[in-house]
Nanobody, 123 residues
Framework: QVQFVESGGALVQAGGSLRLSCAASGFTFSTYAMSWYRQAPGTERELVAGITHDGSSTTYADSVKGRFTISRDNAKNTVYLEMNSLKPEDTAVYYC????????????????WGQGTQVTVSS
């Protein structure tokens, strides 16, 4: 059974930093790309960042480039999202997902999602 457990969300002031973690299980983690998505109230879930199975390539939404960094530890089946210079518009529930990457990022590999972790940035 594929499972994702996100953690690390919190209430922070604008300009602050957070590090999100996602522990994955139920599949061979080291063979899948991984990604972070976010969903704010009243909006669709959007891709924030993706990383290939070996960490050699990454992709970011334009809105977070230069502020967020995705990384992974295949020994721990965990993917991370380092978030710096946070803005109120980063407020959302953040989710991780296994992903398909063929030359470039394609999309989520499975239909399941974790419970997400809430990030709230105050102005």
């Amino acid at each position: 059974q594929v499972q994702f457990v996100e953690s690390g969300g919190a209430l922070v002031q604008a300009g602050g930093s957070l590090r999100l973690s996602c522990a994955a299980s139920g599949f061979t983690f080291s063979t899948y790309a991984m990604s972070w998505y976010r969903q704010a109230p009243g909006t669709e879930r959007e891709l924030v960042a993706g990383i290939t199975h070996d960490g050699s390539s990454t992709t970011y939404a334009d809105s977070v480039k230069g502020r967020f960094t995705i990384s992974r530890d295949n020994a721990k089946n965990t993917v991370y999202l380092e978030m710096n210079s946070l803005k109120p518009e980063d407020t959302a529930v953040y989710y991780c997902s296994a992903a398909t990457w063929i030359v470039q990022y394609v999309g989520p590999a499975f239909g399941s999602w974790g419970q997400g972790t809430q990030v709230t940035v105050s102005s």
